[in-house]
């Protein structure tokens, strides 16, 4: 969405109390606004450009009703009016309800069809239910109505990505680089497709991560200043004993960041921490409400800007703020940028360091992070725990059963991550394992009809696969996606960028999921993960031990049904589910972390 226009039709006698809300909205301060646009609508009560921005104020508060009740109303008004269709279409976005949100896109696309913000959200929505051509056609018609805007362009990148172009998502990202050389996005999603191809040394990426946060810290010191609380000199808050932590990430909803933290989050013991969770995505679902009910404090940031988010955290005086999902949402980037707690801390959710100086500590292990690796230019300490990440499993799940295998007589490998993480050199390993088992079948899922479709069949024949022996699937909603499990035997991973909440959900599915753990940062991530399940013996550490494991788990039948028969209770004994455990690790470490700070603040 656009700011709220400040063009309004007809007559407009009273211009201030306008100029006062257009103004509270442009800098975050959505009740101020709404109260002025209410003061404007009992004189004009007809008002649509008033109905439709006070809608959108409604939203930004979280007030969905209220948010919906003013946009029908200017839709009643004026049945034409084109931003009140694009602003309907993001609350109906937002709450996941796609079929009610996509009509009022392209109505207003049809009402006003120079407009790039409706192709944009349609575009957003397309991408979201995985149509992918459509969704590059939308991105593509937003480009062209507003070439200067990078927003339009960093969805083609995230097409492309989801397709496994990752060559042509880095190169439209380092297009909307050079458009916008300070914007945020643009320079995360640079940095993040390198994650998925071995381009660069881990130190050469780590190095252009640090030259990233180096700028984003100092453009955000520029924005905004002011002194963050400080710790007391006894390591905490004066007058307070329980340590305040704050969390915050975009997708505190049914994803693989609430997955993977959801059950240390809510093991929290609220006697030692007072938990704040700031929400800065737009998403709110049955996970959300769940989370919520954990929390001390709940802080619904959606639609502030970085500088408002900021404001409110500091307000909030924490002792510790912890952030996820890193390059992956620039929004969380944008916020850590700045100084807001005394110790600022990144946790799951993206495998490298972010570059950041104000980021202080990086939860991790020694998996993730190994000693070798002390040396590797970084700014924060590494607070290594047993381990660092959970696991929290579909429920409900439908029973493993026995492997397919034993009644069909051959095996059946699948691939359910997206097909970014499968590189040329992943679909070679997977051509050798095929070669070694004429029998054997793959499942491959994420690969949408269309062109999507087409081009991932070239790949995978250029690389030797024989696409007689494939199934290709899209994404599948979460039921199929499980029940789909039960039709394979093996779960081939990815790499250099593997499985984690994929390949965890495949081993509590009973079925074996090989890591190969290779000299990157993203392959070490599932290397952590696959440990903490607990079943280090599926990780292996060159290309070719992973082929021999693949080809004689494949063979050995009943190894496949003792592991389909005993994982899932192998599973949840083990770390990963030990939502108590990793939480009390993450209070001690947090307690150190403020003795640290508080010996160093004394010298």
């Known amino acids: 969405m656009s700011l709220p226009s400040n063009s309004f039709p007809g007559p407009n006698p009273n211009q201030s109390l306008l100029t006062q809300a257009l103004n509270f909205h442009a800098r975050g301060l959505f009740r101020e606004a709404i109260q002025n646009y209410q003061g404007y609508l009992t004189q004009h009560p007809n008002h649509v450009q008033a109905l439709t921005n006070m809608g959108m104020a409604f939203w930004a508060c979280g007030d969905e009703p209220h948010a919906l009740a003013s ?6 008004t004026n049945s034409s009016f084109s931003p009140a269709w694009n602003g309907l279409g993001a609350l109906h976005l937002a709450a996941q309800r796609m079929r009610q949100a996509e009509p009022c896109f392209r109505n207003a696309a049809i009402l006003e069809p120079n407009n790039p913000d409706p192709y944009f959200n349609l575009g957003k929505l397309l991408f979201s239910e995985r149509r992918l051509e459509a969704a590059e056609e939308a991105f593509r018609k937003a480009h062209d109505l507003a070439p200067d805007r990078v927003e339009p362009l960093l969805g083609l990148s995230r097409t492309h ?3 496994g172009r990752i060559e042509d998502a880095l190169a439209v990202a380092e297009q909307a680089c050079h458009i916008a050389p300070c914007d945020t996005f643009a320079e995360t999603s640079r940095l993040l497709m390198h994650n998925y191809r071995c381009w660069l040394s881990v130190e050469a990426l780590r190095k252009d991560h640090m030259a990233l946060g180096r700028d984003l810290s100092a453009r955000a010191a520029k924005q905004y200043q002011g002194p963050p ?3 007391d000199k006894h390591g905490g808050r004066a007058g307070g004993d329980r340590i305040r932590v704050g969390y915050l990430a975009a997708n505190w909803h049914n994803h693989a960041t609430l997955q993977c933290s959801m059950l240390a989050l809510e093991a929290h013991d609220h006697h030692q921490v007072e938990v704040t969770f700031y929400h800065v995505g737009e998403i709110v679902d049955s996970y959300t409400k769940r989370l919520k009910a954990t929390a001390d404090h709940w802080r619904d940031c959606r639609g502030f800007n970085p500088i408002k988010v900021v404001q409110l955290i500091r307000q909030d005086s924490l002792d510790i703020l912890v ?11 944008e916020v850590m940028a700045h100084r807001m707690a005394p110790i600022q801390v990144s946790s799951t959710g ?7 100086p104000t980021v202080d500590y990086r939860f991790t292990d020694l998996i993730q992070d190994p000693v070798e690796w002390d040396a590797l230019p970084r700014f924060e300490r590494l607070a290594a725990l047993p381990w660092f990440r959970g696991f929290l499993p579909p429920d409900p799940s439908p029973d493993p059963g026995p492997p397919p295998a034993l009644s069909l007589g051959y095996p059946t490998f699948a691939s359910f991550n997206n097909l970014a993480k499968i590189s040329d050199s992943c ?15 793959l499942i491959i899922t994420q690969v949408e009809e269309g062109a999507c479709r087409t081009t991932f069949s070239e790949r995978a024949a250029k690389n030797g696969m024989d696409l007689s022996r494939i199934r290709f699937l899209p994404r599948l909603a979460e039921e199929a996606f499980l029940k789909l499990h039960l039709e394979a035997d093996i779960h081939l991973d990815s790499t250099p960028y593997p499985g984690v909440t994929i390949a965890a959900t495949a081993l509590w599915m009973g079925l074996p999921s090989v890591c190969l753990n290779r000299n990157w940062a993203a392959s070490r991530e599932g290397a952590s993960q696959v440990t903490a399940a607990g079943f280090p013996e599926l990780i292996v550490e060159d290309p070719d031990a992973y082929v021999a494991m693949n080809v004689r788990l494949a063979q050995d039948l009943e190894g ?4 389909r028969a005993h994982a899932r209770t192998r599973m949840a004994a083990s770390p990963l589910l030990d939502g108590k455990g990793l939480a009390r690790n993450m209070e001690a470490a947090y307690k150190t972390m403020m003795s640290e700070r508080a010996a160093a603040s004394n010298h």
């Open 560 to 563: 496949l049904a003792r592991f």
């Open 427 to 441: 679909l070679g390993l997977w051509a050798r394992i095929m070669a070694a088992l004429p029998t054997a079948r």
């Open 71 to 76: 946009l029908q109303d200017a839709l009643e």
């Open 323 to 333: 952030a996820q999902e890193g390059y992956f949402q620039s929004a969380v980037i």
């Open 229 to 231: 609380p400080a710790l």
């Open 161 to 163: 990505y989801l397709a």
């Open 350 to 356: 993206y495998p490298h360091s972010w570059g950041l």
